[in-house]
């Protein structure tokens, strides 16, 4: 439960209101040196607070961690880290304990746990808990980065306004970087700033919105994945939608492709200047037969409104079994998504450090047998 | 690799031109007596050479069991089903050994395995290897059934042409069981020729198409799942992202969700005349925080069009390195998503079963305190 | 890594000079109240610096609870339990950085993690990351004792001084509960008198000594394991040997067994007075073909010396290469085994309670076909 | 369920009296050419009905490959082998039926599986059920013999006959490869005939009896295994507690450690001629910390005495809840140990290299930051 991984696991743990938030992370390789600096980068990125468009609650979300890592380095054993809960105002919430919230985890959360659960602030549900991933994502990435690898994201989508999407066949990592140092991250500023304005009316009717985000990862080796039901899709998506408020994903032309003929969505293979195997176009985001084949990964995920919103709603009492109108007070963001970004790309590097592990073994073919 | 499931487990192995395929089932609960013209009956509807559309290899898809069942009934231990493979013509796969299909995993399989993977027909990777799903996935839904569960799926979208879609509150098991019947699974038969009329114009550009499977799941119980990475589309996704040709995912609304507002997306929650909590719309498709709802499940599954095409495509030659094209002979299917259908039912079976019986172990709750 | 359990999940971290040490518990049922009494007061029978015969390490192992508790009660939500690590005395151990402790994971761990380990005080090696798992288990056995299984060990075998064994065939919770209050777990305490002057007489000798202590359960239901791999034995064996020091592990009549003809410990099938399927002698130690049969279940589990010793002893310090000779000094028990037993019960604790839970799910049994 | 293996993972299905038994192992590494005359030897030594003191049933143990073996190499995709029962006489068990056998798993299948298993010689609980473990060791064996790691093991001990053991610090490939060679596998010839005499004396008597098998593995590099649950000891004793009959476990000098000194216990590290690290005795069976250190692997396995024996036992029939006696007709074994040797080995390696392929990964250490 809230675990995921085969050869590097990550254990999250901890609910929105209570003591703190962490995760432990087990099977990391020995001998890296952690940028502080960068991890609390990438955790600022996701950090309540950050602008009027987002959540008023001010978490500093600095981690603290308790063991795996040994002057500056990782051990290879698990790695705690906590991030303590500060800003915890629960009395917002007891009002509504048995009024369960519309599009929330409350009234699921119930059924399962007996109604044991810590319901203050969606409890283990809140996205709140999406900040272990980031740091574990933070991680990630910069062992990632050693062979590479880059895993950037960008707000493709809030109601009917488009970023630029992402070149599938010639995805660079400077463009990932550049985004990476954006307060509201997408490549056409432009269509950041309607973003931006639809977002701040939508809040001002007291309602929420959702949006896509679309995530590239540059550099990729094929063959990472493998066959039927350990695909990269199905790694990919199983963390992905482990993210609060995802309700889609795709790879590559994702529904498109349903609507290419074969001749179209095939993507040619071609030899490059340097003669290695590339494809010309990528409607398959760099999967084929769930296994990468080292052109750029393409994959977007769409999110849901935020369902805390300030509107009245109609909804039910589980404790008088009564039809109730519920009016959300609490501090929440009106709309998710930018928030979400690092999440995304997190939660994506998570599973591809995974597989790359994984993969290594392969490498010297010791038990190979002469051809 | 090639399992999955956590309760239950489902352990798939064979190659498409090898001795035969098939799968092992662990932890099937004992007892449980096994309709096997129910089996049959669902491996027909994926099996190929049943119509005009689909390829012409000729396959009885009998299922063979080698444990598991005694006097009829489920023991408990693995169940292994085995399927022989008969019509095996492997010369028409000689002639491209190294020349790498478009859209297949032939290169991606070559990486990973150095080589030495069995290439026939895609070896692991064919869509033949889907038989098993659809046996687990018999097996599955006749044990799901028993608590009046029913898993269905229809052709949602041929390219621009849509099937009526299912009623997202007030699914019923009738039609579902209708589907079933149907030798082309839509709702709307008109739009079924149409679609089938599409088909059979692309099969003779020698081309081929793709679409979107919509499932729908109808009585299950709230709280299967759980929170984070265990959520019901994570379970569900990472194993359908497991069928070959599986490009997107989406739930309730999905990727339309990104569009609403919350006030539209939050599914408001109800009483209906017996007491019991329902919401009043599902753009959630029955899932909140991961957790099912009771509402029915709504899932749609984008599959890309058959990658293996009559009509020549650049490719490359892995052995000499050099580029080449290819005109792919075989036999073939110009839309895969008519025989998709059960695949996709299977696999969400397959997932369901496992969940209801993790669930399971709550009823009794023996362990609770006192209120 | 260093995590354990199918359906309850045990996730351990932390080093033994780190910032602290701690668990993640997963799956935890709900609504269970914790008597953090009863948790402390296992927690310090295991706990250094209780008498002469155990280290002077002043450590008051208070467990603090960051998450999964609400209310007093059990969420269902992940648990996380820290220990802080308080009495630290690093400088013990730079001494002896490069000279590789014969009898320890020194030169092991130095292998398997590239020198990049936490080496002050065997880090994650050390012993006092049994901590947790007396924690887990004390949670665990506080469920367990709802069902009235009691677990319980004492110290067997100190050298050639053997305590009283357990009945295997009429254990008693009384008899468990009452070793459970004292501070040197034997159930004839003369010769637990003469153990204690053993380990004194060895302690002067600048010199440890191992042990055997032997676990017993009562009232576990029959019908908990499974055949080959998923047998009992495998899951206690599988944990139990992750506690240091364990090299030895037997159940029932164990290896006197394998002297015995079939017509000996073949145990026979009796009624009781209420008609219950019992065995008359239990040389199978409660478990056959994996699956536990309901009488108490015996195991036994031999320890090794403690390897830190004053007396001086040959090595290898691995920076020069070159032969050495070492005398530890630090701080350490003359005889790990009376502070093991309350490990020893934990780990069979949380092994029980995962089985019972599994189990749990069999009891509806509503999947079944009438017979 | 019946499935082990982290990174190779083998899942065993079949009843002793069903249609077949078998095997499907994954993430075998690719390119390997099978040995298939090797692999029968090794199924030869297990076979039944090879001599006098063993049942006889006569099974010719023919492994039949569906999968995963192309052109005579592994393929890296699923391997699924098969043992169709040929020779099956299963009135012998009707009359039987309800008359549970004592120190079998009649009683507990029963429990379990609410008396739907195959209760016919044994079903899924049949020693039968250890053919495939041979399977899976033999090719394990073939790959662990490349990197020169030779998996050995002879009886140790029946009754109060004791074989020569093996030497703990210079144990030989030549001596294990001898050992595989004999058809009653003893080091000293002298002692096996004084074995045989006495259990031909047992089998005259209607009874049975157990024994204990030693095994020993040389060339392991160190670093395999991990701390706490990860250790070598719990993933080997995870595998053997999997051998039905299999009562106790112990490395090294196992329960005679309990009664050793550190100062006798601990092995000293030594430097050899080549400079490399090594320890002067072997006490610790080549395991520190849960870590292999490189010297050869030392492990002792009791099993108790076939239950099946003529003598006439008390028990209970479950079907009428009375009290009845048994006399065991069918094909039995006086005593199992000699047929064990080759499934104790072959568990060992399978083991063995799922550590050995984790660990690889290790190798390459790009990660690593400078020192």
Known sequence: MSSTGKHIQYHIFGESH???????????????????????????????????????????DQVEILSGIFQGRTTGTPLCAIIFNTDIRSKDYDAIKNTIRP???????????????????????????????????????????????????????????????????????????????KAFSVIDDEKGNQMKKRISEIKKEKDSIGGVVEVGVTSLPAGLGGPIFDSVESALASVLFGIPAVKGIEFGSGFQIAQMKGSEANDPFVLDEQGRIQTSTNHNGGILGGITNGMPLICRVALKPTPSIGKRQKTV???????????????????????????????????????????????????????
């Open 18 to 60: 209570g003591k703190g938030i962490g995760i432990v992370i087990k099977n990391l390789p020995p001998g890296v040196y952690i940028d502080w600096d960068q991890i609390q980068i990438e955790m600022n990125r996701r950090r309540p607070g950050q602008s009027s468009l987002s959540t008023a609650r001010a978490e500093k």
């Open 103 to 181: 599009g929330h985890a409350d009234y699921t959360a119930y059924i399962k746990y007996g109604g044991f659960h810590d319901y203050r602030g969606g409890g283990h549900f809140s996205g709140r808990l999406t900040a272990p991933i980031v740091f574990a994502g933070a991680v990630a990435k910069q062992i990632l980065k050693k062979k590479k690898i880059y895993v950037g994201a960008h707000i493709y989508q809030i109601e009917n306004i488009y970023d630029q999407p992402f070149d599938p066949v010639h995805l660079q990592a400077e463009q990932i970087e550049k985004l990476r140092e």
């Open 317 to 371: 009492n589980i404790q008088t079994s009564s039809m109730e109108e519920i009016e959300i007070q609490g501090r929440h963001d009106p709309c998710i998504v930018p928030r979400a970004v690092p999440v995304i790309e997190g939660a994506t590097a998570m599973v591809l450090l995974d597989l790359l592990l994984e993969n290594g073994k392969q490498e010297d073919r010791w038990w190979e047998d002469e051809r």
